[in-house]
C-alpha cells in the first residue's frame, strides 16, 4: 500500500470512525428523518450517542441538519451530496460482509468440520 492509499484510508476513518457513523447515513438514505424518528429506527443507538454521529456527520459534510421555524421548533436531519454519494460504498462493504462476514466464516467452518 502506498502513502497516499494511507492517507486516504485515515481520511475517510476521520470522518466514519465514529462508532455509528455508517449507521445513520445508512439509514438517512431512506430520506430525510426528524430526531425521534432516526432514534426510533436505529434504536441500538442511545441519545447521546446518536445526537454526537448527527453532529459530527455535519461537521464533516455528509449530513445537513435544518431548523424550521415551527412551534414546537422542527429539525430535520437529511444527507447532502457528500452523504449520498457514500451510497456506493455502503454497497460494496455489504457486498464484502455477504462474502466474507463473520457469519458466513462460521458457517463455513461448521460445514468442513462435519
Sequence with gaps: MT???HSNICEVLQIL???WAFVVP??????????????GNVSIINTQSLTDTLRHLEKNGFVLR???P????TVEYSL?????????????????VQKWGASRLQFEKASNSS
Excluded: H, I, Y
Design 66 to 68: 435544518q431548523v424550521f
Design 17 to 19: 470512525g465514529a462508532k
Design 26 to 39: 445508512d439509514e438517512l438514505l431512506n430520506g430525510p428523518r426528524r430526531f425521534n424518528q432516526l432514534r
Design 80 to 96: 447532502t451530496e457528500k452523504g449520498s454519494d457514500f451510497q456506493t460504498a455502503l454497497k460494496e462493504m455489504d457486498k464484502w
Design 70 to 73: 415551527t412551534v414546537p421548533v
Design 3 to 5: 502513502d497516499k492509499q
